[in-house]
């Protein structure tokens, strides 16, 4: 996965080496320390789909 900041709130899905689902998630009006200081909704979707990914793919 793949976070960033910006104005395009589309969600950019491809296909990694492994053959599991690689997202670009972009997190609108964020800068670079969203994470310190960024809308709660952000933080918290950025900690929460690593967690959601492991536990899917992990064991393939």
């Known amino acids: ?30 800068s670079h320390l969203f994470l310190l200081d960024g809308r709660p909704s952000h933080r918290e979707d950025h900690f929460r789909r690593p967690v959601e990914w492991i536990i899917t793919y992990a064991d393939r």
């Open 1 to 30: 996965m793949v976070s960033a900041t910006g104005t395009d709130t589309r969600s950019r899905r491809t296909r990694g080496p492994r053959d599991v689902p690689v997202r670009m998630v972009l997190y609108p009006g964020g």
